[in-house]
């Protein structure tokens, strides 16, 4: 019996080594299209691959699944975050977990999960066939897994859905955005621990840090809030209205801290207050924005005023122009639609035989090692399918 698995990213080879691992006696071979395997798994987390993240800080999975929480839901009861983790120790990669949950190898570089899959492969024996594109017809294969990874244009899909598959539009998400305010660009490196980033007039909303950059925004919160958006945001030609709460507070308790500040210093100008700790060069930018003039006290401060700042610190108005070219992570929303596969085994409702694992799938997550437990827990779950079904047939 054999297996092809289509596409050596993170979901490929994790699939086929635990394909493998269970049925030693099955033929696997990874087909790869371009010259390099696991050139993602190689630049990300900055080099050091967030593998995976321990969800301590995870109430509800829709918030960091914005796409196929529910199936993830079903699906990490087989595989989840544990697993993955007791995965790469009991297979030579020891894990460190980060202050924010995210969970990374200890050696702090990427390469040793790479080392780690390509040691077992060839343990293992399973073939790996690089500069190799692979024809579904060919029908020397039993199973075929399908682990191309996010594809940006839905014509690369066309085949799929000419077999009956629903392909949903791909489009981009975590990315940063472009904001034209050359006054907020000379604000770059500057970082607010406690923002919410939002679309007005839509329940898009994130929260977490913010970092202002020299060409609009980034940071976890405007990341996250690109992936909730993703779609809408594609559909508004990335152009949206976008506010900003800079103090991780409602509005009625930055009533209540500034009515409290402005009675401590009554006399201190407006401009030396910084209230919420904001990076005092951000707070100028904000009096300067709403025309506050920096020696306002608190005995000049009409009711008016008063309320336009609690506004500038909570709903502070900005455009986003465009996408920003300029990205830390990068996914695809979309993909093979989660109703053109069986939930329990991710097989293919129209082609027996056929099935897919990782980004190709219409699952994406949040950053934080998100994506790549998907990929983890949607290859383990293929690589038991087929395993299962190997381990069924009539013997000859
Ligand atoms: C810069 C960057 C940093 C990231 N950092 C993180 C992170 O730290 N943590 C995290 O959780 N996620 C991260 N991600 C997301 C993560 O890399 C992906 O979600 C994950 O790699 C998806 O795995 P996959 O195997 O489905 O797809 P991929 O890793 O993209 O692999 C798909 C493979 O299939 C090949 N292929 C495509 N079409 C064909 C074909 N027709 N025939 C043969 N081969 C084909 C491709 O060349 C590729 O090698 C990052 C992404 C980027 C771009």
Request: a neutral charge.
């Amino acid at each position: 019996m054999r297996t092809a698995i289509v596409g050596g990213g993170a979901a490929g080879f994790f699939l086929a080594i635990n394909l493998k691992e269970q049925c030693p006696q099955m033929d696997v071979t990874i087909f790869e299209r371009s010259s390099r395997v696991l050139r993602k798994v190689k630049v990300s987390g900055g080099g050091r691959c967030n593998c995976t993240n321990t969800f301590a800080d995870v109430r509800d999975l829709s918030t960091v699944y914005p796409r196929g929480h529910r199936l993830m839901k079903r699906l990490m009861k087989g595989f989840g975050q544990n697993d993955a983790f007791a995965w790469f120790e009991a297979h030579g990669v020891p894990l460190t977990v980060q202050e924010d949950q995210c969970v990374f190898p200890a050696a702090q570089d990427s390469q040793v999960i790479i080392d780690c899959f390509l040691h077992h492969c060839h343990k293992l024996g399973i073939e790996i066939r690089t500069g190799c594109t692979f024809d579904i017809a060919d029908t020397a294969f039993d199973y075929i897994a399908l682990t191309t990874g996010g594809q940006p244009r839905a014509e690369s899909l066309k085949w799929l859905a000419d077999m009956g598959h629903e392909i949903v539009a791909p489009v981009p998400s975590l990315f940063t955005f472009s904001i034209q305010d050359q006054a907020l660009h000379e604000l770059m490196g500057t970082v607010v621990e406690q923002a919410t980033a939002s679309i007005p007039a839509t329940s898009y909303r994130a929260s977490g840090p913010l970092l202002i950059t020299h060409w609009g925004m980034s940071g976890p919160a405007i990341l996250k809030l690109s992936s909730y958006a993703a779609r809408y945001l594609a559909e508004s030609n990335y152009q949206a209205p976008l506010a900003i709460n800079w103090t991780g507070l409602n509005e009625e308790e930055v009533r209540q801290e500034l009515h409290t500040l402005f009675a401590v210093h009554p006399k201190k100008q407006i401009s030396s207050l910084r209230p919420f700790e904001l990076p005092t060069r951000l707070w100028i930018y904000l009096l300067e924005k709403e025309d506050i003039p920096l020696s306002l006290t608190f005995a000049n401060l009409s009711k008016k005023t008063f309320n336009r700042l609690v506004t500038l610190l909570t709903a502070d108005s900005y455009a986003i122009a465009s996408r920003a070219p300029f990205k830390d992570e990068f996914v695809t929303c979309g993909g093979i639609a989660l109703s053109s596969v069986n939930p329990a085994t991710l097989e293919s409702k129209h082609r027996p035989g056929l099935f897919f694992a990782g980004e190709v799938l219409d699952i994406d997550g949040i950053t934080g090692g998100f994506n790549f437990q998907a990929a983890w827990t949607t290859a383990y779950t293929v690589a038991q399918a087929i395993a299962q079904s190997f381990l069924r047939r009539p013997s000859i």
